[in-house]
Structures are given as structure tokens and as C-alpha cells.
């Protein structure tokens, strides 16, 4: 064992959560993973203090990373620490290489999951304060407009009376805080989620190379190769992305039938490497997501049989989806249909695309 696995094996080898000892364990075990990481090192920013520049380093910074909750931040993705600390080693070949590897992907799963404990327990609540950076001071309730009047809580209780920070990601609506446009015109099609525009493409293709610069949607890709895929050739895929400090529960664009659900498991890091800012890495790798990475697909039959497909596609720490709705079910517009979790979903495991018809 070199010099750098000694210290990794002095530092680390105790008080690591379970999973980040098996990540540690899989990379010194295999001698092309820990190539890849020695490299990658070696590849990103030499001498910024900021990036751990040695495996050691990296996993207690990953381990620490783990067992604490997401601060605000008036940077935009800041609030998306696992985004920001992996970020620099993806932009690197061998990084890159490191992250798509299936053996990692699995692994990060694994992390997520333990993330989503700490996620779920009072004392990741300590960052729901009004103090410098909590959740509630002044610069974040400014990016997070009329909070109080639209989400259940209640400003008088501890934390506003979120029991945890996954409490508070995935706050519901107060009645009547999201209201719907002609819910009874079957011509208005509603928003499915609260984002930003990302992409909005016609004539989609059965098969196209997404994986290029700009790429193009690529339906048996997005679907994984599932038949159903045929049936939306030639249709219209609307794509929107959400910001860190948004609303993240799912809701129907349609009303209808819901006619099939699909879960497709993906890669964890869903990334392209080559643009130059930490806004463009992200906003520019959402097409690349939704061909790759995890993603719920939620199928609605209109009453005069169109067929909407709602996929939502989660990225990194927002990589987990859960699906609140079954086959059979008859959904109004509006209604909620799931959600995406930060860190990994523990519980069972069950954007907008379709072809646009006149309906």
C-alpha cells in the first residue's frame, strides 16, 4: 500500500458513514478506479485550497459533506453543495471517466441514501433559521418569494415548524397558492412542475445523438428503449429545469387517466464537462438528463385519448424521484402526482413530454 492509501487508511478508516467506507473500500480495490482518481486529481485545479487534492482529502470532505444540510446561498447552485464539490473533478477526462463508471454510480447511490437519513432527521433542521445564510434570513426568503403565503408553515414555530430539511424541500402548498388556468378547458395545458424553460423541440425523432454539444431529443433513449416511445415520434417535448431554492413536487399537466407509470434507473451524474462556468455545467447538462439520468415517467390519457407523457428526470443531490400516483388513477389538472427528494428516496419506488394534438 503507497504513502496516500496509508493516510487514507489513518484518517479515515473509522467514523465514515457506511457507505462512503464502501466507496473508499471500491476505489482501493480497484486498481483502474483508483488510477483514475490519482489522475483526476492531478488534472483539476492545482493549488486551489478549495479542492481536495488527494483521495484522503476528498473522502472526509465527502464524508462531512453527508452529515450536514444544504445552507443558503445567494450563489446560484451554492445550494447544491454535492453539485458544487464534485464539479470540479467531472470537468477533468479522467474525472469525467470516474463519475460515469457504473461501479461508482452505484456506489453515490448508496451515499444518497445515507444523505436522505440525515436529510430526514431534527438535526438537519439547524439550517432553518433566519440567521446568515439559514433558509429563512432575509437574502433567502427574497429568492423565495410570498414563502409564507404559499407553503404550509408557520414562522412563530422553531424552523417555521419544518421538522427536518426534507420537510422543508418538499413543503407542500397552501390551498389555493397555485392556482390553475382554465381547469376545465382541455386546451390549456398547465405547467407540470414550477421551473425555468429549458428547451421546447418539435418533430422529435426515435433515435437522434444526444449526447453531442446541443443535442437533440432522442425519444428511445429517453424511454429506454420501451415501445411506448413510438407513439411520441413526431411530437413536442417541453423541457424545464428547477432552481435550488424551488418548489419540487410534480403535478398533472392534464386531466386523465393515468394509463402506466415507468421508473428508469440512471446514472448519478448525468453531465456534459465541456462549458466553462458552474451555471452553464449545470443548465446546459439538463438535456443530457433526461436521456440518462433517473427518471419517472408518468403516462395520462385525456379524454379524447391523447397520450401525455410527464418524465421527470432528477440530477445528483436532487437524483431521487417518487411517484404518488397509480396506474388507473383519474387525475385532475393540477393535481399532485410526485416529487423529487434531496440526497437518496427511502421509501418504495414506483419536464412534460407529448405528442401535442388539438385537444
Not at 484522503?56 to 458544487?84: D, E, G, H, K, Y
Not at 428547477?242 to 440512471?266: F, N
Request: some cysteine; hydrophobic content about 35%; glycine content about 6%.
Amino acid at each position: 500500500m503507497d504513502f496516500t492509501k496509508n493516510v487514507i487508511s489513518q484518517t479515515t478508516s473509522t467514523n465514515l458513514n457506511t457507505s462512503i467506507k464502501a466507496f473508499k473500500s471500491l476505489i482501493e480495490s480497484d486498481p483502474k478506479l483508483y488510477k483514475l482518481t490519482t489522475e483526476m486529481f492531478t488534472q483539476t485545479r492545482p493549488g486551489d485550497p478549495t479542492i481536495p487534492s488527494n483521495l484522503a482529502t476528498f473522502i472526509i470532505q465527502l464524508n462531512s459533506l453527508v452529515r450536514s444540510a444544504p445552507v443558503f446561498s445567494t450563489q446560484r447552485w451554492a445550494s447544491s453543495p454535492l453539485t458544487r464539490f464534485i464539479e470540479p473533478y467531472i470537468r477533468t477526462p479522467s474525472g469525467y471517466e470516474f463519475f460515469l463508471n457504473a461501479k461508482v454510480n452505484n456506489a453515490f447511490h448508496d451515499i444518497l441514501k445515507d444523505w436522505g437519513k440525515f436529510l430526514r432527521s431534527p438535526e438537519s433542521a439547524a439550517v432553518l433559521t433566519s440567521e446568515s445564510n439559514g433558509w429563512f434570513s432575509p437574502d433567502a426568503l427574497a429568492n423565495m418569494r410570498d414563502f409564507e403565503k404559499t407553503f404550509v408553515c408557520d414562522p412563530s414555530k422553531p424552523h417555521w415548524g419544518f421538522n427536518s430539511w426534507e420537510e422543508f424541500f418538499n413543503r407542500e402548498l397552501r390551498k389555493g397558492a397555485r392556482p390553475i388556468a382554465e381547469p376545465d378547458n382541455p386546451g390549456v395545458v398547465s405547467a407540470a412542475v414550477d421551473g425555468v424553460t429549458y428547451k421546447f423541440a418539435t418533430n422529435i425523432k426515435a433515435k437522434d445523438e444526444y449526447w453531442l454539444k446541443d443535442q437533440l431529443y432522442s425519444l428511445e433513449d429517453m424511454l429506454d428503449e420501451d415501445p411506448i416511445a413510438g407513439q411520441f415520434v413526431g411530437g413536442t417535448v417541453l423541457q424545464v429545469y428547477l432552481e435550488p431554492t424551488g418548489y419540487h413536487r410534480w403535478h398533472a399537466p392534464v386531466s386523465g387517466v393515468v394509463v402506466r407509470t415507468l421508473e428508469i434507473p440512471g446514472i448519478f451524474c448525468p453531465a456534459q464537462r465541456d462549458n466553462t462556468s458552474l451555471d452553464d455545467w449545470v443548465s446546459e447538462s439538463q438535456g443530457y438528463a433526461v436521456h440518462t439520468a433517473t427518471r419517472h415517467l408518468i403516462f395520462i390519457e385525456t379524454e379524447d385519448k391523447v397520450l401525455v407523457c410527464c418524465l421527470f428526470a432528477g440530477i445528483l443531490e436532487r437524483g431521487s424521484c417518487e411517484t404518488t400516483v397509480l396506474p388507473g388513477d383519474y387525475v385532475e389538472k393540477g393535481q399532485e402526482l410526485g416529487m423529487f427528494h434531496f440526497g437518496g428516496f427511502l421509501g418504495p419506488r414506483s419536464g412534460l413530454i407529448g405528442r401535442i394534438q388539438k385537444i
